[in-house]
């Protein structure tokens, strides 16, 4: 797709990847770009980038009333850039099964609930593009670090269900996988588990930048950095040695 002229709504767009993807779109010529956040207040820098072109928003994944308001006071988004979400560190069998819930309510049925809400937006306005941002940790799972990988291999399969229900009705659906990303939820990562602290990080303009290219592309599975597509390649060639490289670590 073509972002010059388009809207786009990124979620999750106070800090890290999303906050980097606001800029991006506006350096690619978006005609606007809807912030949104679960804080709004946290958004004043970012919208301050480029007041007459960023609208901020609030929307928490987990609220369903904040989708629904998000979906109406943003009628115009071409693009719906599925970014937000959230981690849960521990191993899966005795971690607090209520941080487990969270990161399935979250990046699951949270994305799932957002993607519901501007369907009909995108189809009021032609059709258009979704992009999710899933994680190459959607291909194998670390046991340390809880749910997060399931619930991103949820999101993964959801992507492609959807992908194929919305292509008739004018809709493409993206799906991205970074590698490691110099964020907050990196550094959470590592605390976490510090054999990823051994792995190279991209910036967040970077893997915007390139998120940005594969959509334009018209690529339907993003592999934004070098260590996404390393991964990918492995997967390729030989699942069952990725699923024994990223379940030892
Ligand atoms: N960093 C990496 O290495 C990496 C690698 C692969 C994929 N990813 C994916 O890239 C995306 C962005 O990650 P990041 O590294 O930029 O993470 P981050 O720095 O931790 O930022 C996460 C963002 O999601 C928001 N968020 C969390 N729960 C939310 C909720 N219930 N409702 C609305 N917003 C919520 C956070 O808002 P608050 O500020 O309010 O908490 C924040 O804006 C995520 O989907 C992540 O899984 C990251």
Known sequence: MNIDGSTVLVTGANRGIGRALVSAFLARGARRVHAAARNPAALEPVVAEAPDRVVPLTLDLTAPATVEAAAEAAPDVTLLVNNAATHAVGHLLDMDLGAVEDVM????????????????????NGGGAVANVISVGAFGGTPSLGGYPASKAALHLMTQAVRADLRPRGIAVHAVFPGPVDTDMFDYV??????????????????????????????EDIFPDAFAAQVEQERRADIKALERRMTGI
């Open 190 to 219: 590592v605390r976490h588990e510090p054999a990823f602290g051994e792995f190279p990080r991209v910036s967040p303009a970077e893997v915007a930048a390139a998120m940005i290219d594969g959509l334009e592309a018209g690529e």
């Open 105 to 124: 309510r979250t990046n699951f049925l949270g994305t799932l609930r957002v993607l519901r809400a501007f369907v009909p937006v995108l189809e009021r």
